[in-house]
């Protein structure tokens, strides 16, 4: 059964504002993981949160997790046009799943 | 560049037709993946290997043969294939221990369509 599932499927901002994206999961994780991917290309890995932190930082990136509700968040802030690409999360334990991604659309 | 390379880039091929994927990773790590992209799909993770061991087969047809001599190099011999076989094949490589998977790193992957 599908691990990681982002929810919106699709969001589109104006450049400038905050996106949030959002990823529920089944089963335990280890860590958790979210990837963007322009189109047609290979997915590269944003950033990776562990199981015992709740909060993490990467430049504009910030990512929640929550355990007890098995889910994380996404929060790009700023946003830019050239973030407009599709966001995935997977979670790392034992089985790697991704679910089917947010498609997130920056306007200039 | 994320030190992956995956070749070729695009592949078309007959469903009678032997091709094979290849993907290389110049990173040190111990664990390689395969994954199928296919349209509105969630990614789909194929095969993995762990220090050259297959750890992981997720009920993927024969036609898909993994081969992986090295914890450096993964191949994909394809046979026979079918058109809903079309799709983006995507290599990664991590490091994995214990059954955890960590940052994965991917290739740009391998447009492929079969007519």
């Known amino acids: 059964s599908q691990q990681g599932e982002e929810d919106p499927q699709a969001l589109s901002i104006q450049e400038g504002e905050n996106a949030t994206m959002n990823c529920s999961y089944k089963?335990?994780?280890?860590?958790l993981q979210w990837y963007r991917q322009n189109s047609g290309r290979g997915l590269v890995h944003l950033i990776l949160?562990?199981?015992?932190?709740r909060e993490k930082h990467s430049g504009r990136l910030r990512v929640t997790l929550d355990t007890s509700k098995k889910s994380s968040s996404l929060l790009i802030t700023a946003s830019r046009a050239a973030d407009t690409a599709s966001y995935f999360c997977?979670?790392?334990?034992?089985?790697?799943?991704f679910g089917i991604g947010t498609k997130l659309q920056v306007i200039p | 560049e994320t030190g992956v390379t995956q070749t070729p880039r695009h592949l078309v091929m007959g469903m009678t037709n032997k091709k094979s994927l290849k993907c290389e990773q110049h990173?040190?790590?111990?664990?390689m993946y395969w994954y199928k992209q296919s349209a509105k799909k969630p990614l789909e993770l194929m095969f993995v290997?762990?220090?050259?061991?297959?750890?992981e087969n997720n009920s993927v047809p024969s036609r898909f043969s993994p081969e992986c001599p090295n914890s450096s190099h993964l191949f994909l011999h394809l046979h026979t294939l079918q058109p809903e076989d079309s799709a983006l094949y995507l290599c990664?490589?991590?490091?994995?221990?214990?059954?955890?998977?960590?940052?994965?790193?991917f290739g740009p992957g391998t447009r492929l369509t079969v007519t």
């Open positions: 990664a490589s991590s490091d994995r221990d214990r059954g955890v998977s960590y940052e994965q790193y």
């Open positions: 089963t335990s994780i280890n860590n």
């Open positions: 949160i562990r199981s015992n932190e």
């Open positions: 997977a979670t790392g334990y034992q089985k790697v799943t």
């Open positions: 990173l040190g790590h111990n664990a």
């Open positions: 290997y762990n220090f050259k061991e297959q750890t």
